[in-house]
């Protein structure tokens, strides 16, 4: 039969205890990597949030001052611009530069 010596029995418990001590440490490090990246996200939320806000600002402005130049400007011009422009976004939400003219002196 097979016989342990009292060596042999540390060796076995403290290799035991030592497994569970690094699965301890894994653990904790991993909660730790887990709690910087959730308050780094809350972070970003945060400033994306205050961006969001910014530029709702700042479209609601310029939706305002469009509608004052709209009433500032005639028909005639108003209809140059339906006609000639077109949207300055179109429906996919893509803007796009309009091609220059390239007649003229140079």
């Not at 540390?10 to 653990?27: H, Q, R, T, W």
């Not at 990246?37 to 402005?61: D, F, G, H, T």
């Not at 310029?62 to 339906?82: C, D, I, Y």
């Amino acid at each position: 039969s097979f016989t342990l010596l009292p060596y042999s029995v540390s060796y076995f418990l403290a290799s035991g205890a030592s497994v569970v001590a690094i699965d301890n440490k894994i653990e904790q490090a991993m909660d730790l990597v887990k709690s910087h990246l959730m308050y780094a996200v809350r972070e970003e939320v945060e400033v994306l949030k205050e961006q969001i806000k910014e530029l709702y600002e700042r479209n609601s402005a310029l939706e305002r001052e469009n509608a004052v130049l709209k009433s500032l400007a005639n028909s005639e011009q108003l209809s140059q611009l339906s006609t000639s422009e077109g949207p300055l976004v179109p429906e996919d939400g893509i803007k796009r530069q309009t091609p220059r003219s390239t007649s003229g002196s140079k």
